[in-house]
């Protein structure tokens, strides 16, 4: 599905934005962590004393211990718990304090118990080897710089930065984030928002293994979009990947409303970042030892992701925007570069989806079934039982017969992907105007003069199939238009549906203002009607705050 790819060595490097890990230094046993100990003051933060590193002078500006729950090793002179520390070291001149890495110490030894319960401390190894466990969580740093900075941190206290060289192979990465700065246009254009590849990549977020789509367009186009998916998902885009990565573009929650030229915040970042979410029990796929080799497909990701958006890739092109950590300079490996697969992606599924639909076996509670499933992603299986007005195990029977493209997991019922849902809907539609209970659709469809059907090729409009689709009846189209929707539903749903209608609206031949001032009926889950409500007042669906707007 791939195709051919070609290797291309004029690609963009990428900055590292974010690693998070934990190390664990074995070389010293427990001597490191007894230097951090009696090397620690309280007061380090307060002192003016910096150190150099990489031509850069860096500050403690963080420095806090605590006790903590490891009961003391046999060895040790004192009995009780022993105490963690956290130094934040970040470079002196840097106005956004965002060059550096905090660093907390804990010891580390065999069979660690806990200081109150004696039981065994739970997410260390029980055979960790005596030694020095250190987190890091870094901004805008390499791998090699964070080790860098770590030793020269020693050097600074006095200790011996030979300690912390060779990190135990049992060290991972847990957090890793790779990103290039690039024009606003360019990103909203192309990357972000309606028609940008993300929403493309978004269509294979909801089937198999897992996925995420998430957005926010209010204050700009692509002020925040991701999608995030699993390693088996993104193999089906690009071959040999191995990580479940969240790629996106953003801009800072402060969005810049003028390009002054010199603030490169005004711009966006398209960034990866490895999602450890999609590791159910908590391991890191992610070695410290294959850092290079996850930032390199971090790298493919976000290449190819923008060949396939048509941007050029290449350092010299005008599209990457410079800020204080990312400069657009040449990445030291090529890149394989693949043809986009999705179209040819789309059009198999859609015919594997055909191929389903048309078997001898498919029933009318079948039918009714994948209908209910069509608006949204995936449902509780008594959620789309109710709406299909059948039993559970019609639902059930349903996911069994059509399982190449539907699947159930925990009760949950959802369609393999936004391909195979958008097929069937389609399918779905004209199946449904075919039957006895599409009574009003179809004289709808007959009345050309309804703004909800007219179309010059004489088919339903979007807005007549969004009325279709509901259930909803027109009782008048003169101003104001007035609607009512004849099942009860919450006000989150309520609003989902005004929201899908605006997006039909715009897409039919009635003005959006109509729209917007209908008066629509709909019976609540309380039992009680609204009646008369206007579509949008004050800018807001039935003047309603957005109950579901992502939050990241």
Not at 268 to 276: A, D, F, N
Not at 452 to 480: C, K, M, Q, Y
């Amino acid at each position: 599905m791939t195709g051919v790819s070609t290797s291309i060595e004029e690609v963009i490097d990428l900055q590292p934005h974010r690693i998070g890990a934990n190390l664990v230094f074995d070389e010293g046993g427990l001597s490191p962590y007894w230097a951090v100990v009696s090397q620690y003051e309280p007061d380090l933060e307060d002192r003016e004393e910096t150190f150099v590193f990489d031509g850069t002078e860096y500050d403690v500006v963080r420095s806090t211990h605590w006790t903590g729950k490891i009961e003391t090793p046999p060895s040790a002179t004192f009995d009780g718990a022993m105490n963690e520390y956290k130094l934040g070291v970040y470079a002196a001149n840097d106005e956004n304090d965002e060059l550096g890495a905090d660093f907390t110490f804990r010891p580390g030894f065999p069979e660690a118990k806990h200081v109150e319960t004696g039981e065994l401390i739970g997410g260390m190894p029980t055979q960790c080897p005596e030694s020095i466990r250190v987190q890091v969580e870094s901004t805008n740093l390499s791998q090699f710089q964070v080790l860098g900075l770590l030793q020269s941190l020693a050097s600074h206290l006095s200790i011996d930065a030979g300690y912390f060289v060779d990190a135990h192979e049992w060290s991972s990465i847990y957090a890793l984030e790779l990103y290039g700065r690039i024009l606003r246009e360019v990103a909203t254009g192309r990357i972000g928002g309606k028609g940008g590849v993300l929403e493309h990549l978004a269509q294979f977020s909801n089937g198999r293994g897992r996925g995420e789509h998430k957005w926010d367009h209010e204050k700009v186009k692509a002020h925040y979009e991701a999608v995030a998916l699993s390693p088996n998902n993104w193999q089906r885009l690009l071959p040999d990947q191995t990580l479940a990565k969240r790629l996106k573009a953003y801009q800072p929650k402060w969005v810049r409303s003028e390009d002054t030229g010199d603030d490169p915040l005004y711009h966006h970042k398209i960034e990866c970042q490895y999602w450890s979410d999609y590791y159910p029990n908590g391991e890191s796929a992610i070695q410290w030892q294959g850092y290079e080799s996850a930032v390199a497909e971090f790298r493919q990701t976000i290449v190819n992701a923008l060949h396939w958006a048509g941007v050029d890739f290449s350092p010299e092109s005008d599209v990457w925007v410079e800020d204080p950590y990312f400069e657009p300079v040449e990445a030291d490996d090529a890149v394989d570069v693949y043809p986009n697969p999705m179209p040819d992606l789309e059009q198999q599924e859609r015919a594997d989806a055909l191929d389903q639909l048309a078997g001898p076996e498919t029933t009318e509670g079948a039918w009714d079934v994948l209908v209910a499933m069509t608006d949204g992603g995936g449902r509780h299986y008594q959620a789309v039982a109710e709406d299909a007005g059948k039993s559970a195990s019609t639902v059930y029977r349903a996911a069994e017969k059509f399982g190449d493209i539907i699947e159930v997991d925990n009760g949950m019922v959802r369609f393999r992907d936004g391909i195979v849902r958008d097929q069937i809907r389609e399918v779905a539609e004209r199946w449904q105007a075919t039957k006895d209970a599409t009574t009003d659709a179809l004289r709808r469809v007959a009345d050309r003069a309804s703004p909800f059907s007219r179309r010059d090729d004489g088919e339903p409009s979007a807005l007549e199939r969004w009325a279709n689709r509901h259930g909803i009846v027109i009782h008048s189209t003169s101003d104001p238009l007035e609607m009512e929707l004849r099942k009860p539903v919450s006000l989150q749903d309520i609003l989902k549906i005004l929201r899908s209608g605006l997006d039909a609206a715009e897409a039919s031949p009635l003005p959006t203002d109509r729209f917007e001032d209908a008066l629509i009926d709909w019976k609540g889950l309380d039992g009680d009607v609204r009646r008369d409500r206007r579509v949008v007042v004050d800018g807001r669906f039935l003047g309603k705050h957005n109950v579901d707007r992502p939050i990241w």
